[in-house]
T-cell receptor, first 112, second 112 residues
Framework: GAGVSQSPRYKVAKRGQDVALRCDPI?????LFWYQQALGQGPEFLTY????????KSGLPSDRFFAERPEGSVSTLKIQRTQQEDSAVYLC??????????FGPGTRLLVL | QKEVEQDPGPLSVPEGAIVSLNCTYS??????FMWYRQYSRKGPELLMY????GNKEDGRFTAQVDKSSKYISLFIRDSQPSDSATYLC????????????FGTGTKLQVIP
């Protein structure tokens, strides 16, 4: 299993519920990215980590979104008080420094 | 207006046809150009990666970049039913930071 893995693959949440999405990057990949992909759209950048440092979080849509990568490997994207507009596929990608990004399969979030 | 524009399709072609997929962009700082393929319920996978203007060929796939027109293309020769997927163009600026901007994707169906 050398690829990027994400869990859960599917998540149904009630409006107002908090959710946590996990990303396991490829071993040794320094860079990690989160993207949000709405239905029929391309991925939209959310945030970027280099090792444990979050270097860019300009794409996070609101302060309800929070991401961390405390040990420079696994990352978690947390969404507090979910809203219906948060329904989307959340993609994680990892790469070596300044190289190609490899994407995971995504977590499909549905907020009812 | 979005930084990257891509016709969403869908595009339907018979098996064996030549397929042309295109994107336009407005940010003249983009230097790296990519095409990703995304199958249903999967993450994007990198097909082609080019730097600056010119052509690049890889098997049945050819990527073209015309920076003067801010226009990129992906050609698929001898299209196969297995090519049926959504094709995303993507771009990033030169330099160390790797934020990637995606098009909306073109859905392609190759009919046997």
């Amino acid at each position: 299993g050398a690829g990027v893995s994400q869990s859960p693959r599917y998540k149904v949440a009630k409006r107002g519920q908090d959710v946590a999405l996990r990303c396991d990057p490829i071993s040794g990949h320094v860079s990690l990215f989160w993207y949000q992909q709405a239905l029929g759209q391309g991925p939209e950048f959310l945030t970027y980590f280099q090792n444990e440092a979050q270097l860019d979080k300009s794409g996070l849509p609101s302060d309800r979104f929070f991401a961390e990568r405390p040990e420079g490997s696994v990352s978690t994207l947390k969404i507090q008080r979910t809203q219906q507009e948060d329904s989307a596929v959340y993609l994680c990608a990892s790469s070596r420094q300044q190289e190609t990004q490899y994407f995971g399969p995504g977590t499909r979030l549905l907020v009812l | 207006q979005k930084e990257v524009e891509q016709d969403p399709g869908p595009l339907s072609v018979p098996e064996g046809a030549i397929v042309s997929l295109n994107c336009t962009y407005s940010n003249s700082a983009f230097q790296y150009f990519m095409w990703y393929r995304q199958y249903s319920r999967k993450g994007p996978e990198l097909l082609m990666y080019t730097y600056s203007s010119g052509n690049k060929e890889d098997g049945r796939f050819t990527a073209q970049v015309d920076k003067s027109s801010k226009y990129i293309s992906l050609f698929i020769r001898d299209s196969q039913p297995s090519d049926s997927a959504t094709y995303l163009c993507a771009m990033k600026e030169t330099g160390g930071y790797q934020k990637v901007t995606f098009g909306t994707g073109t859905k392609l169906q190759v009919i046997p």
